[in-house]
């Protein structure tokens, strides 16, 4: 089984940013893809971002490309998401997640993070 555990998340005026961590413990694997993703409140999941464990690919939403960076650090089994330019559609709670990448950009991975809440105001 694979845990994972978020962090981070506050309230923050538009124009801030964040950073989000997600601590990743147990059998993950060298070649799984590790994401973020988003809940607004009313609507539907959304892809945010996805790196690839082992070579460090990386796949962004169009609504963050530009304000948000996701890395990560292998030895310390720790995923980031940089938040910068927050604006208030950024609103939501976020959630790490990790699997293979084909389940991941799908946005059906088999493990998932409990979650952190943003709030950005205007």
């Known amino acids: 089984q694979v845990h994972l555990v978020e962090s981070g998340g506050f309230s923050v005026q538009a124009g801030g940013s964040l950073r989000l961590t997600c601590v990743v413990s147990g059998n993950i694997r060298s070649d799984y893809c590790l994401g973020w993703f988003r809940q607004a409140p009313g609507k539907g999941r959304e892809r945010v971002a996805v790196?690839?464990?082992?070579?460090?690919?990386?796949n962004y939403a169009d609504s963050v490309k530009g304000r948000f960076a996701i890395s990560k650090d292998n030895g310390r089994n720790t995923l980031y998401l940089q938040m910068m330019s927050l604006e208030p559609e950024d609103t939501a709670m976020y959630f790490c997640?990790?699997?293979?990448?084909?389940?991941?950009?799908?946005?059906?991975?088999?493990?998932w993070g409990q979650g952190t809440k943003v709030t950005v105001s205007s």
């Open positions: 790196i690839e464990r082992g070579t460090d690919t990386t």
């Open positions: 997640a990790a699997d293979f990448c084909s389940y991941v950009y799908k946005g059906n991975a088999a493990y």
